[in-house]
C-alpha cells in the first residue's frame, strides 16, 4: 500500500473466498470449498421471502431483528436482551473482538482455525495470539491455557474447528473456563455445531448457563443453508450484548434474512432432515476414505480435512481437474466440503486413484 494506513493490515493476508466450481465444457462441477449447504432453499422458506420481504424492499429493516431475536430467546431459554444478531457469525465475532480488544490486547484462539479470526483481530489493532493444533488437528486445550495472560480479552474456541473438522469435548471445555479468568470472555465458534456428532462434545449453551463469560456464536449459513443471506447471532450476557450493539453495522442485518430465518425455525423438523442426510453422506466418505487407506481426522462438520502436507499441491490439481473445488492450504492439507451425492462420490472416486498414485 502507498498511501497512509495502519501497518498492521500489512502483515495479513485479505480473506479469499472459496474457489467456484471448475469450468470444465460438457461435465458438471462441484463447489466442495465453501462448506456451503448443498440442497436448495425450503420451499417454505422461499415463499416467506417472497410474500413477506420482497415488497418491502425500500424500506430499512428493523435494526435489532427483534422477530428473529424473541424466536430465539424462546428456543434457547434466555432473554432477548442475551441475543444479538449479525451478518452472519462472522460479524458477530467482529462486533465482539472490536468491543472487547484494541492496541496492546490480546486474542487468544486455536491454529489453524478459522481464517477471519487474524483478520478480525488485526483489524481491532489488537494482537493474536496463534496456539498450533495438536497434530490431530484437535485444539491444544492446555497450550490455550498457558497463553492467557493479563493482556487477554478473549479466548475462541472454535467446535468444530475450522478446517481440521475436530470436536472439542465437553471437559476440555470446562478446563478452559475454570482456568480462564472471569472478567475475560470466552467465544465458542459453533457455526457447525448441528452436524457434530461426537459424544462428549461440548454444548456451549450449558456452559453459557453455568459461567457468567462465556459467549456462543451460531450461524443461519451452514445447517439452515441461508449463506447467501448473511444471518447469525451471539447469545451473550446482557452487558456484552449492549456493548456489541454499539459497534454493530446499522441496519446490517436485511429484513430478507430476518423473515428466511424465522422460517427456518419453522420449518425445523425439515431442516433436521436435511442435517442428517448430510451427516450420512459425510460418514459415507469417511468410510469409503478409511478403506483407502486415508489417515484424517474424524470429522465433525460438514467438511473433512485431508492434512497432506508438501503434498497437498498434488491432490489439489487432481480435484481441480476432475471438476472439484476444495479449500487448498499450501503446504497443509485440503478441506473438502460435503456435497452432493454425486459430488461425494467423485471425491471418493480421487482420492482411490490418488492412493494408486501412492500420495
Known amino acids: 500500500m502507498s498511501f497512509k494506513h495502519r501497518s498492521i493490515l500489512d502483515t495479513i493476508p485479505g480473506y479469499k473466498q472459496g474457489k467456484p466450481a471448475p469450468a470444465k465444457p460438457g461435465q458438471r462441477t462441484f463447489k466442495l470449498s465453501s462448506n456451503e449447504n448443498a440442497f436448495e432453499p425450503l420451499p417454505s422458506v422461499a415463499e416467506a421471502i417472497t410474500s413477506q420481504a420482497t415488497g418491502r424492499m425500500n424500506r430499512y429493516p428493523d435494526m435489532r431483528g427483534w422477530a428473529v ?10 432473554e432477548a436482551e442475551n441475543v444479538m444478531l449479525g451478518c ?3 460479524e458477530v465475532i467482529t462486533m465482539l473482538v472490536n468491543l472487547v480488544a484494541g492496541p496492546g490486547d490480546e486474542i487468544v484462539y486455536p491454529w489453524r482455525s478459522f481464517e477471519a479470526y487474524p483478520l478480525i483481530v488485526a483489524g ?7 496456539v498450533p493444533n495438536l497434530p490431530d488437528g484437535s485444539h491444544d486445550v492446555d497450550g490455550l491455557i498457558a497463553a492467557v495472560n493479563d493482556r487477554t480479552r478473549l479466548v475462541i ?3 468444530p474447528n475450522n478446517p481440521t473438522s475436530t470436536s472439542i469435548s465437553d471437559a476440555d471445555a470446562r478446563r478452559i473456563m475454570q482456568a480462564v479468568p472471569s472478567d475475560v470472555l470466552v467465544l465458542f465458534d459453533e457455526a457447525y455445531i448441528q452436524f457434530n456428532t461426537a459424544a462428549d462434545t461440548s454444548v456451549a449453551m450449558d456452559l453459557f448457563r453455568e459461567y457468567p463469560n462465556v459467549v456462543v456464536a451460531h450461524t443461519f449459513s451452514k445447517a439452515y443453508g441461508l449463506a447467501g443471506l448473511r444471518i447469525g447471532y451471539a447469545i451473550a450476557p446482557a452487558d456484552v450484548v449492549e456493548g456489541m450493539s454499539k459497534v454493530a453495522l446499522p441496519f446490517g442485518v436485511t429484513e430478507t434474512a430476518q423473515v428466511a430465518a424465522v422460517a427456518s425455525l419453522d420449518a425445523q423438523e425439515e431442516l433436521d ?8 453422506e459425510r460418514d459415507r466418505v469417511v ?14 462438520a460438514n467438511y473433512f480435512w485431508l492434512p497432506l502436507g508438501e503434498r497437498t499441491g498434488q491432490a489439489s490439481a487432481a480435484f481441480t481437474e476432475q471438476g472439484l473445488s476444495t479449500r487448498v492450504f499450501p503446504g497443509e492439507g485440503v478441506r473438502i466440503s460435503v456435497g452432493e451425492p454425486e459430488a461425494n462420490d ?3 472416486k480421487v482420492c482411490a486413484e490418488l492412493k494408486a498414485q501412492g500420495l
Do not use: C, H, M
Open 88 to 90: 452472519g457469525s462472522t
Open 124 to 130: 481491532a489493532g489488537a494482537t493474536s495470539v496463534q
Open 287 to 300: 468410510a469409503a476414505l478409511r478403506e483407502q487407506g486415508w489417515e484424517f481426522p474424524t470429522p465433525y
Open 69 to 78: 431475536v424473541e424466536r430465539l430467546a424462546e428456543r434457547y431459554g434466555v
Open 157 to 159: 474456541v472454535n467446535n
Open 273 to 280: 432432515e436435511r442435517v442428517r442426510a448430510i451427516i450420512a
Open 346 to 348: 467423485l471425491v471418493i
